[in-house]
């Protein structure tokens, strides 16, 4: 069965560190990868995915992703934080269930960014 | 000009209740799904209908029932309320597996249920 970890649950910053949050995923197939962003009482916005082609993704607002398939990871970067990246962080792997999207999402990761 | 919305937003009820969650989309996506995150934010896939046909059913109690009247809205239906219900319930929607930019979901504001 497909899963995803994500090893850090809360991650405390200051403004202008550098950010990596780790994800690992088991899926035996093709994968499809995605880090998802929770503002404060918002709703789920894609960062970035990885379909194929070149490992490292660029998302929006200076986030970065490489994924490694030898080590079946997906971790998202950014070299310098701002207090607005406060925001809860999901990493997600599609699974394919009979042929249909099956997007399973990691526990999150909680980034506090302190100005 | 809302892609994927949802209402209500906030629902207080009692336990043993029954309630609805509507949600459309105007994205012309075949693919709508409903998940729930917890407390702990842990998101969780609940169902997802293509073409108003149910393609993925979770492990979820029979008091959820969701119904598809047609592509563009999923609705989902809680019977008998309990307290362990009391969730952020997301709709999301997509194109299906095949298509240009498939496997890209586009959430909801999400619809905050308490039951008392």
């Known amino acids: 069965a497909q899963s995803v970890s994500q090893h850090n649950h809360h991650v405390i910053l200051s403004e202008a560190a550098s950010l990596e949050l780790g994800c690992n995923y088991s899926?035996?197939?093709?994968?499809?990868l995605f880090w998802y962003v929770q503002y404060p009482g918002q709703h789920l916005q894609l960062l970035l995915k990885?379909?194929?082609?070149?490992?490292l993704v660029k998302g929006i607002k200076g986030f970065e992703a490489e994924f490694i398939k030898s080590k079946f990871s997906f971790n998202l970067r950014k070299p310098s934080v701002q207090w607005s990246d406060t925001a809860e962080y999901f990493c997600?792997?599609?699974?394919?269930?009979?042929?249909?999207?099956?997007?399973?999402f990691g526990a999150g990761t909680r980034l506090a960014v302190h100005p | 000009d809302t892609a994927v919305s949802q209402t209500p937003k906030y629902l207080v009820t009692q336990m043993g209740n029954d309630k609805s969650i509507k949600c459309e989309q105007n994205?012309?996506?075949?693919?709508m799904y409903w998940y729930k995150q917890d407390s702990k934010k842990f998101l969780k896939i609940m169902f997802s209908?293509?073409?108003?046909?149910?393609?993925i059913n979770e492990t979820v109690p029979n008091r959820f029932s969701p119904k598809s009247p047609d592509k563009a809205h999923l609705n989902l239906h809680i019977n008998s309320l309990e307290l362990g219900d009391s969730a952020v319930y997301f709709c999301?929607?997509?194109?299906?597996?095949?298509?240009?930019?498939?496997?890209?979901?586009?959430f909801g504001a999400g619809s905050r249920l308490t039951v008392l």
């Open positions: 999301a929607s997509s194109l299906s597996l095949g298509a240009s930019g498939a496997n890209v979901l586009t």
């Open positions: 899926y035996g197939g093709t994968v499809n």
């Open positions: 990885y379909f194929s082609g070149d490992p």
């Open positions: 997600a792997v599609n699974g394919h269930s009979g042929g249909y999207n099956k997007l399973i």
């Open positions: 994205l012309g996506h075949d693919t």
């Open positions: 209908y293509n073409n108003k046909e149910l393609i």
